[in-house]
């Protein structure tokens, strides 16, 4: 009779290697903003704050490109050669100003752009104001604003991918 071999050990269930989450990890902006903004966000915003917020965010959209171009054209009134005052005393800050009215003319371009995609509740609209957001944060960094410029970013891209799945496109 040939002897038996004992029968290798199986090993214990904390021995064996942990098993690694098999999801794919987000590759691109969007997906980014559906995993962390929406589906890991650790608060969501009721149904019908999301419903008010897609309702109003046009009108909303409307009044901040009229404030935009209210601030354009201030900035462009002190950086006009004409204005001696600024150009004179403090140089640097006229063109700071000059500077910052782009980054007012491209965010102005995006919210008027935005706006009839808004009201049709389009994904054209919805992506313009990602860009709005992005512009922002630039102009925030370009400003040493930096902490505003990443708490706008984080709360703008919060609320833009909870309301997302409203715009159609």
């Known amino acids: 009779m040939a002897a038996k071999k004992p029968a290798p050990k199986a090993k214990p269930k904390s021995q064996s290697a942990p098993k690694r989450h098999t999801a794919a990890q987000p590759k691109d902006l969007m997906s980014w903003g559906e995993y962390y903004l929406v589906e890991k966000a650790p608060v969501q915003i009721p149904t019908n704050a999301k419903k008010a917020i897609v309702t109003y965010a046009p009108w909303a959209v409307a009044l901040a490109a009229l404030y935009q171009l209210q601030a354009i054209l201030l900035l462009v009134r002190f950086t006009l050669p004409g204005f001696k005052v600024l150009e004179q005393y403090l140089p640097s800050l006229a063109n700071s100003f000059a500077f910052q009215t782009i980054f007012y003319v491209v965010q102005l371009a995006f919210l008027v752009v935005a706006l009839p995609g808004l009201f049709k509740r389009q994904i054209e609209g919805w992506n ?35 309301v997302r799945e409203y715009y159609k496109g």
Not at 136 to 158: E, P, Q
């Open 128 to 162: 313009a104001l990602i860009v709005v957001v992005f512009v922002n944060v630039l102009m925030n960094i370009y400003r040493a604003s930096v902490l505003t410029g990443v708490i706008s970013l984080v709360l703008g891209l919060y609320v833009l991918f909870q």
